[in-house]
């Protein structure tokens, strides 16, 4: 049975008294008004959706982001029951002009971690365990990490040049979510002391304690939160003096999250930059390659033994619906995957399609085995055991090109220039593409178009005459 104070109303952060608007009218949203309903704790001003237009006749008035600003109110308390579009709404938020300060999400509360007895904390990490705790606040980094699973694989090479400057640092991550696939990504550095879920205050909480705080948020946008200048001796063998020149770096660049991220990649493109190098902010860092080491853990081998599986190739239909139902600009119609599974089936009856994804995903008739909602470490194995890997720019692109196997990558609003592998098989069609970021909202089609022009112009057979050259090279 689920525990009722899972998704409780964040009453700790909130004072009472306070006017809120709630964001999202959705079943959580609904919770948490019915919480204050009941206890009279705060006064509700509106609810806000992108969908306002769904919610006719309801007991308090739901409006679209953009009529924030007309309203009167201390603070939005965010209503997600999953991490995956808080990034979006936090852009949102920002370019609606609402600040840091007045932004209040809780996500999943970990209730089942606690505990009568001390040392139990909040995200099951005892409190001793803080690599600050342990190894002294001077050598201390916390590093919040937002994005994509695609993203925070990026993000390593980042975390590692870090590393390389400063080899006697201690690293805790925060997070929210995915916190199982960062332990399967650092298993193998061992000054990644902890992942921490961050459940909306923990990373904020624990800032003073640690010689500096950062967050690296997708690969557009850093920022160095707190910094322990009192520790500054103006050498970079420290790391209070790397951060400091970090910070520098950040300002001069001015970005934030209230501006849209396509501002970041192409100034990154224009200096000859990717995804990677774009890292090395200014030279602060060497990063000249876009090569991450992706650990295959070994408790999952025998999984992957025990699947029995031929000769294969995967297959991944993107990342699917946002939180308000609409489809992410860069999705491939499915229709167009099961067309494209149909004649490579022609052309090679004996190679076996494996679909890869989410538990949600929709299985693909055409593929000859779903393996959907399994751990990242045994759908690692299986990625690294593939033939090819065929998918959207996205997170098991960047797992799979790590760990050596080749992908049929389908660009579209996703610049191919910043975001592609030269080794991989890269696709795009038609003269419309590479519009991703030009919102804050950045799943959004910059022509607003419901199924963007850049996606249905990669037709099924366009995909099958690229690969079928790699494909035929291996059947030789």
């Given at each position: 049975?689920?525990?009722?104070?899972?998704?409780?109303?964040?009453?700790?952060?909130?004072?009472?008294?306070?006017k809120?608007?709630?964001?999202?009218?959705?079943?959580?949203?609904?919770?948490?008004?019915?919480?204050?309903?009941?206890?009279?704790?705060?006064?509700?001003?509106?609810?806000?959706?992108?969908?306002?237009?769904?919610?006719?006749?309801?007991?308090?008035?739901?409006?679209?982001?953009?009529?924030?600003?007309?309203?009167?109110?201390?603070?939005?308390?965010?209503?997600?029951?999953?991490?995956?579009?808080?990034?979006?709404?936090?852009?949102?938020?920002?370019?609606?002009?609402?600040?840091?300060?007045?932004?209040v999400?809780?996500?999943?509360?970990?209730?089942?971690?606690?505990?009568?007895?001390?040392?139990?904390?909040?995200?099951?990490?005892?409190?001793?365990?803080?690599?600050?705790v342990?190894?002294?606040?001077?050598?201390?980094?916390?590093?919040?990490?937002?994005?994509?699973?695609?993203?925070?694989?990026?993000?390593?090479?980042?975390?590692?040049?870090?590393?390389?400057?400063i080899?006697?640092i201690?690293?805790?991550?925060y997070?929210?979510?995915?916190?199982?696939?960062?332990?399967?990504?650092?298993?193998?550095?061992?000054?990644?002391?902890?992942?921490?879920?961050?459940?909306?205050?923990?990373?904020?909480?624990?800032?003073?304690?640690?010689?500096?705080?950062?967050?690296?948020?997708?690969?557009?946008?850093?920022?160095?939160?707190?910094?322990?200048?009192?520790?500054?001796?103006?050498?970079?063998?420290?790391l209070?003096?790397?951060?400091?020149?970090?910070r520098?770096?950040?300002?001069?660049?001015?970005?934030?999250?209230?501006?849209?991220?396509v501002?970041?990649?192409l100034?990154?493109?224009?200096?000859?930059?990717?995804?990677?190098?774009?890292?090395?902010?200014g030279?602060?860092?060497?990063?000249?390659?876009?090569?991450?080491?992706?650990?295959?853990?070994?408790v999952?081998?025998?999984?992957?033994?025990?699947?029995?599986?031929?000769?294969?190739?995967?297959?991944?239909?993107?990342?699917?619906?946002?939180?308000?139902?609409?489809?992410?600009?860069?999705?491939?119609?499915?229709?167009?995957?099961?067309?494209?599974?149909v004649?490579?089936?022609?052309?090679?009856?004996?190679?076996?399609?494996?679909?890869?994804?989410?538990?949600?995903?929709?299985?693909?008739?055409?593929?000859?085995?779903?393996?959907?909602?399994?751990?990242?470490?045994?759908?690692?194995?299986?990625?690294?055991?593939?033939?090819?890997?065929?998918?959207?720019?996205?997170?098991?692109?960047?797992?799979?090109?790590?760990?050596?196997?080749?992908?049929?990558?389908?660009?579209?609003?996703?610049?191919?220039?910043y975001?592609?592998?030269?080794?991989?098989?890269?696709?795009?069609?038609?003269?419309?593409?590479?519009?991703?970021?030009?919102?804050?909202?950045?799943?959004?089609?910059?022509?607003?178009?419901?199924?963007?022009?850049c996606?249905?112009?990669?037709?099924?057979?366009?995909?099958?005459?690229?690969?079928?050259?790699?494909?035929?090279?291996?059947?030789?």
């Open positions: 049975m689920e525990s009722p104070y899972r998704y409780l109303f964040p009453f700790e952060r909130i004072p009472y008294g306070a809120i608007v709630i964001y999202g009218a959705g079943r959580l949203g609904q919770e948490y008004l019915q919480q204050l309903h009941i206890t009279k704790y705060c006064h509700v001003v509106a609810m806000i959706d992108r969908n306002a237009e769904k919610y006719q006749g309801t007991v308090i008035n739901v409006y679209k982001p953009c009529y924030l600003c007309e309203l009167e109110f201390d603070y939005v308390v965010v209503a997600l029951r999953v991490s995956i579009a808080l990034n979006e709404v936090l852009r949102v938020l920002h370019a609606e002009g609402v600040s840091e300060d007045r932004i999400y809780v996500l999943e509360r970990d209730v089942q971690n606690f505990s009568l007895f001390r040392e139990q904390s909040v995200s099951g990490i005892s409190p001793r365990d803080l690599s600050y342990r190894f002294g606040k001077s050598c201390s980094l916390a590093v919040m990490m937002l994005g994509g699973l695609g993203d925070l694989v990026v993000q390593k090479k980042f975390v590692l040049e870090i590393v390389k400057k080899p006697q201690h690293i805790d991550v997070s929210v979510g995915k916190i199982s696939f960062l332990r399967e990504l650092y298993f193998d550095c061992q000054v990644v002391e902890n992942i921490i879920d961050d459940l909306g205050f923990r990373y904020k909480q624990e800032w003073n304690n640690y010689a500096a705080c950062m967050t690296i948020n997708g690969t557009s946008f850093i920022s160095v939160d707190y910094l322990d200048e009192r520790k500054l001796c103006g050498e970079l063998n420290t209070q003096d790397l951060m400091y020149q970090l520098q770096y950040a300002q001069a660049e001015a970005l934030s999250l209230t501006i849209p991220a501002v970041s990649f100034r990154s493109m224009k200096r000859g930059l990717n995804c990677y190098t774009v890292f090395s902010c030279g602060l860092f060497d990063i000249k390659d876009k090569v991450v080491n992706v650990p295959l853990q070994h999952y081998k025998e999984q992957f033994k025990n699947l029995d599986l031929n000769r294969y190739v995967t297959v991944n239909i993107g990342n699917g619906d946002c939180a308000d139902t609409k489809k992410v600009s860069k999705t491939w119609p499915t229709n167009c995957y099961e067309r494209l599974l004649l490579f089936k022609t052309q090679y009856p004996d190679i076996d399609i494996i679909q890869l994804g989410d538990a949600s995903a929709r299985p693909l008739d055409n593929a000859d085995l779903h393996i959907l909602g399994q751990p990242l470490g045994l759908v690692e194995h299986i990625l690294a055991n593939a033939i090819l890997h065929v998918d959207i720019e996205g997170g098991l692109v960047h797992l799979a090109t790590q760990l050596g196997t080749k992908c049929a990558v389908l660009f579209g609003p996703t610049p191919m220039e975001y592609g592998y030269e080794q991989n098989i890269n696709i795009s069609a038609g003269n419309c593409h590479g519009c991703y970021g030009c919102y804050v909202d950045v799943n959004r089609c910059a022509r607003g178009l419901v199924e963007p022009e996606m249905l112009a990669i037709t099924p057979e366009l995909v099958m005459s690229k690969i079928a050259g790699y494909m035929s090279s291996l059947c030789e």
